[in-house]
């Protein structure tokens, strides 16, 4: 039998055991033999004894259970994995000199005493064979390295060798440089195409906040691509309009990747025009791209805020105090003293006139002017001016209905007498009830009771109502907060007064409720219609085929701060398709992801960003992906990206015109992983059924000799 090195029995008892059981076999035998009737020849009684042992042996050994192990050396040798790259980039401009020259490699690979296993690779993995070349098409649209890598991960311990025929052009997946460093095995790669590097820095995106606050700062991170300008140093600029406002020194990395932070802030308001350029280098392709613009809008940090009350109150003491403590607050005060006489001497029209944001305190009182109502009504309903209302003491119910059109709100049957309540949250998500609480909304369950009048309130329609009364713990379907947004007008009402007492009650326990509940209550007043909660936009509008799609969101809660724990999905749409894409969080209210299509055309999107199961805001967009094909943008082959692969696994790099000496690196290394195998089989004599039958042949035998010699 060829490679075969051992054969050998093997028994369920020891040989002595064996051995004692056929001397008794044979003594027996011999015994039962010794005397026959009638009495025959020596020569048959010896073959009568034969056959008995025979018997007797072959039925014991049964017992015994004996296998025959028979033991061969087999050469376990390894495959060695030729992946060729099938994408269009490959053979741009050269179609039937690199195929053939390809196919020529290949023969020669598959023709030595290797043991190569072919796959082509672009959009994906497919195992070939040397007789079906002329089948590789060289039309796939991508070319991912990384699924290159998941399948020789797959049978790394029967692979002596890769080998990748490639132009090292990546579009589509990650480098796996440094997996295959880590996976151990030799890398040969075999550059196609044109070696004439372009040379280029380019700045590809940069990621900000949409929206901030004047002096408040923010972070602007940049990201950069270089090609052929390793550990080279370069000067990134970020300005304000013409005003530079920093300058970083980067050294250039070999992955062709960089990025950089800036801490930027406005210090002016409105929308601002930035730039981040990167310093040139020498015999760059295009300086187009070393530059890019961006606009960010500059929310104002020092909002005017005025404050008009009917008449001094507790109420509007504790109020002014916390805003005017507010360092992004400009706060003025129209204050009734008596009729027709306010605190101060400023123009009441200059006044209203400049200020963002209106808080009207037990306004208008008995005794306030009917001009100065209609100014403040005219401001409300003309002007869009947001206002906070607070019905604290004094307020005026029969003048308050000239402001009526603008409320938020409808009362009937005011009476002078006052009920006890407390408020009950019903918008547990909205930035206004925001504290430094453990439990935030607990705290504000917890507050003590504030008066409100014995009218009746509804909520008008449209408006929303953020909390309603409760009276002795039981939750009254009553407005006691209410907000509104209509059209450019936003407005914000408290229908109680004493609400001082919610900010002395938790004095001694450094809660931060009353203050938190004022400033972002006026911070969500100052925004205007333009201002979305949510935001999201692709990287363009038109990509080329095969290419990422980028998309970048942000999301912000009611006054405008980022939330970083929203959950936004998109969904894409192309004819009757549906595709469904979840973007993550970057930090900083910002969410990113990218969407990979191989089919052109039209595509549009919609997206939805939601927090604590409640939706934030809702987008939608389109791009386009054109006929032109990313495989063709760059057709340079990508010689660093192939010499890193090969150099940082004991391989080697070859030009696909000069390939001496890989295929006997190639067959040294499937000789150096060949390993001898043993391997064993083994023949359960007792089970095999002619053993049965030669039993029963020699018995029968038996049987025959002795009727034939008339023995008992």
């Known amino acids: 039998m060829p490679n075969l090195h051992n054969i050998s029995i093997s028994i369920s008892v020891s040989p002595t055991a064996i051995i004692l059981g056929l001397l008794l076999i044979v003594l027996f035998t011999f015994f039962i033999y010794k005397y026959t ?72 690979i598959s023709s030595a005493d290797i043991n190569p296993l072919l796959f082509s690779f672009g959009s994906s993995v497919k195992k070939i064979s040397s007789d079906s070349l002329n089948k ?5 649209l991508t070319t991912d390295l990384s699924q290159i890598y998941d399948k020789v991960e797959q049978s790394k311990d029967k692979v002596s060798s890769v080998t990748i025929i490639s132009d090292g052009i990546i579009t589509k997946g990650e480098d796996p440089s440094v997996k295959f460093e880590k996976l151990g095995i030799p890398v040969f790669t075999v550059g196609v195409g044109d070696t004439n590097k372009v040379k280029d820095i380019a700045i590809s995106k940069v990621l900000f906040n949409r929206y901030i606050y004047a002096n408040r700062p923010t972070k602007i991170k940049v990201f950069l691509t270089n090609s052929g300008y390793w550990e080279k140093n370069v000067v990134i600029t970020l300005k304000d309009n013409s005003s530079i406002v920093a300058r970083k020194t980067l050294k250039l990395n070999s992955n062709n990747f960089n990025s950089i932070i800036f801490d930027y802030t406005s210090k002016i308001s409105g929308d601002r025009k930035l730039s981040v350029s990167v310093s040139k280098l020498k015999s760059e392709e295009s300086y187009q791209n070393n530059r890019k613009v961006f606009y960010l809008n500059i929310l104002k940090s020092k909002l005017k805020i005025l404050i008009i009350s009917g008449s001094p109150s507790e109420d509007l003491a504790f109020i002014e105090n916390t805003l005017k403590n507010k360092k992004e607050f400009e706060v003025n005060s129209l204050i009734q003293i008596s009729k027709n006489k306010f605190a101060g001497r400023q123009n009441k029209t200059r006044l209203i006139d400049s200020a963002d944001v209106l808080i009207l305190v037990g306004f208008p009182a008995k005794n306030t002017p009917y001009d100065l109502i209609n100014k403040i009504s005219d401001a409300i309903g003309k002007k869009h001016k947001p206002y906070f209302i607070s019905l604290a003491s004094g307020t005026d119910y029969n003048k308050l209905r000239i402001l009526n059109d603008y409320l938020n709100f409808n009362y009937t049957r005011i009476l002078k007498r006052y009920k006890n309540v407390q408020p009950s949250i019903l918008d547990n998500n909205n930035p206004v009830f925001k504290n430094n609480a453990v439990n935030p909304i607990g705290q504000w369950n917890s507050l003590p009771p504030v008066k409100m009048t014995n009218a009746n309130f509804t909520a008008k329609v449209g408006s929303k109502i953020l909390a309603e009364i409760r009276i002795n713990n039981i939750s009254m379907s009553k407005p006691l907060i209410i907000s509104q947004i209509v059209g450019n007008s936003r407005s914000f009402s408290l229908l109680a007064k004493d609400i001082w007492k919610w900010k002395l009650q938790l004095a001694n326990k450094n809660s931060n409720l009353f203050d938190n509940f004022l400033s972002n209550a006026v911070k969500w007043l100052s925004l205007n219609s333009k201002q979305k909660q949510f935001n999201i936009k692709t990287s363009r509008r038109f990509y080329t085929l095969g290419e990422k799609i980028s998309f970048l969101a942000e999301v912000y809660d009611a006054t405008l701060s980022p939330i970083e724990n929203a959950s936004v999905d ?67 082959m990508n010689k660093e990206l192939l010499s890193l692969l090969s150099s940082g696994t004991n391989g080697r790099f070859y030009l696909l015109k000069n390939t001496n000496g890989i295929i006997k690196k190639l067959i040294a290394l499937k000789n150096i992983n060949t390993k001898e195998k043993v391997v064993s089989s083994e023949i359960k004599l007792w089970t095999k059924s002619w053993i049965l039958y030669g039993i029963i042949f020699l018995f029968a035998v038996e049987w025959l000799i002795r009727k034939r010699n008339s023995m008992l």
């Open 37 to 108: 009737l009638p009495k025959v020849s020596k020569s048959l009684t010896f073959l009568l004894i034969f056959l008995r042992s025979m018997i007797l042996l072959l039925i014991l050994l049964l017992l015994f259970e004996p296998a025959v192990i028979l033991k061969k050396k087999l050469l376990e040798e390894p495959n060695s994995l030729i992946f060729i790259d099938n994408s269009e980039s490959v053979v741009f401009k050269d179609l039937l000199k690199r195929k053939t020259s390809i196919e020529n490699l290949i023969h020669k």
């Open 136 to 140: 590789l098409d060289f039309h796939d």
């Open 570 to 636: 998109v969904t894409i749409f192309r004819n009757y398709e549906k595709y469904n894409l979840q973007l993550n969080s970057i930090g900083n209210g910002l969410y990113e992801s990218t969407f990979e299509a191989n089919l052109p055309g039209d595509y549009t999107y919609k997206a939805k960003a939601v927090v604590n199961n409640k939706q934030i805001g809702k987008a939608q967009g389109s791009f386009n992906i054109g006929e032109v094909n990313i495989e063709l943008v760059n057709t340079k």
